[in-house]
């Protein structure tokens, strides 16, 4: 696999400054041997790099990658190349990560799993779906899909006390706690990165609506936004 994506992609020297990069296959969901080829490999090079010195050696402190749940398409290939580099953490914000519990208990059994795809302007149900086995076949190394990964925990990012109480009953992960191993908690000081304040919404023409605005026009949050214990 590596040899195949170097052949392709590596530019002996640099490429010239006036000429793109070779593009890679588009998302889809029904990707390509190839493009999951690339995203297994890529992140499994940077969780490995991160826990290696650079002389090869473990560095032996923990690694943890950050996606964002909105990102649907390359979730479970991206996800599977940082279990094979024995990654620590997961944590996704962005979203609602309901089903990656379950993704990262599947994974660290090599079982077939699927992820929901939401397309907007659309009822019709869509999902990705990605079998290690079927993946290492492809590749040509299908003993590489006997071994037993990994599970890394999972710090789903949220804003609220409703959210966190929300995941910890939907999830879809084994154990008590659905597969949640913690959260990290977001507060409004995030500085619009954060999920915006209860009650905010936007009206047709996109003119930002809420309880209270600021002398900017800016929503303001309130108490009904605080994270108790």
Request: charged share 20%; proline share 9%.
């Amino acid at each position: 696999m590596a040899h195949r994506i170097i052949e392709k992609y590596y530019v002996q020297d640099g490429k010239d400054p006036n000429k793109p990069f070779r593009p890679v296959p588009m998302w889809t969901v029904d990707p390509p041997q190839e493009l999951l080829e690339i995203a297994v490999a890529s992140n499994y090079c940077e969780v490995w790099l991160a826990k290696h010195n650079d002389d090869g050696t473990p560095t032996g402190g923990l690694v943890g990658i950050n996606r964002l749940t909105k990102v649907q398409l390359p979730t479970i290939a991206s996800l599977y190349g940082a279990m094979l580099a024995d990654v620590d953490y997961v944590i996704m914000g962005a979203g609602i990560p309901l089903q990656i519990p379950g993704v990262l208990d599947n994974l660290s059994e090599n079982l077939d799993t699927t992820f929901p795809i939401e397309v907007q302007g659309t009822d019709q149900t869509y999902e990705i779906s990605f079998s290690p086995k079927k993946f290492w076949n492809s590749s040509g190394k299908p003993w590489l899909a006997e071994r037993t990964l990994k599970r890394p925990s999972f710090v789903p990012i949220v804003s609220s006390v409703v959210l966190a109480q929300s995941m910890l009953k939907r999830a879809n992960g084994i154990g008590p706690t659905r597969g949640i191993q913690g959260f990290v908690v977001e507060l409004p000081t995030a500085g619009g990165h954060n999920a915006p304040p209860r009650g905010f919404r936007y009206d047709p023409v996109g003119k930002t609506h809420a309880v209270d605005l600021n002398d900017k026009g800016e929503p303001l949050y309130g108490s009904k936004d605080e994270v108790g214990e």
